[in-house]
């Protein structure tokens, strides 16, 4: 079963994925651009907010999801769910990288430096961005194709859990510093702020899944060969 698990649809669900987000991604960024009001104590720059927060949601849960993967490959001892946590790690990595590059950004024009080591969410995301790398990094210096998967699973637990203390930060800490709180307790956006803010998620977690089913598949085929390979030596 698991190994179909992508191949449980038909193939036009994948054509009205991509065309969904060639349509809705342009329309986001273009929102962010020009149509909310101009915070005026940050200036333009308060609209790389909408893209920020979208990709660092997804960036804080895809752990969860490649851990959830992993725990299963411990499990079952089948390939393929190493493959799906693999997959998903790839992308808690690349939308981290995201997170990094725009938060720095934002950051300088609100407090008036691109980053606060005194910062609670900052450094717990500094911690999940070194735990992700430290994946990658462990599973290139093993050979073995089971201790790679099984080490990978655990190592996945792991940055879920960092992922889960960043999510917390500003929610536990009774000091977090210059972050602000969650979006979502605030309640105080004027409705064009929430329109855009809820099309950007929209968006960038329409990307997240499209990546997802491009980056999973790679990933398959590049498991296969080397299955096949081994077994031919």
Known sequence: MNNRLIQLYPMWVDYFLFALLLGILPV?????????????????SHR????????AWV??????????FGILYIIRKETN????????????LIFSVMVLFSGPIWAYSAWGTPWDWTDAR?????ILVVSLLSYFVFRSLITDLNKKAMY???LSVLCALNALLTWGAIRWVENPGNHPGSVLGKGGMDRDMKETFWINVLAYHILFLVLFLVIYRKDKLDAKLVQV????E
Do not use: C
Request: charged share 10%.
């Open 59 to 68: 960036a804080l849960y895809a752990p969860a999801f490649s851990s959830l």
């Open 81 to 92: 769910w190493d493959t799906l946590s693999y997959s998903m790690s790839k992308l808690s």
């Open 28 to 44: 986001a960024v273009l929102l962010s651009l020009y149509y909310p009001n101009v915070i005026l104590e940050q200036g333009l």
């Open 152 to 154: 990978s699973s655990f």
């Open 122 to 126: 900052l450094q717990s995301f500094f």
């Open 229 to 232: 390979r081994e077994e031919l």
């Open 48 to 55: 790389i907010f909408y893209f920020h927060v979208s990709v």
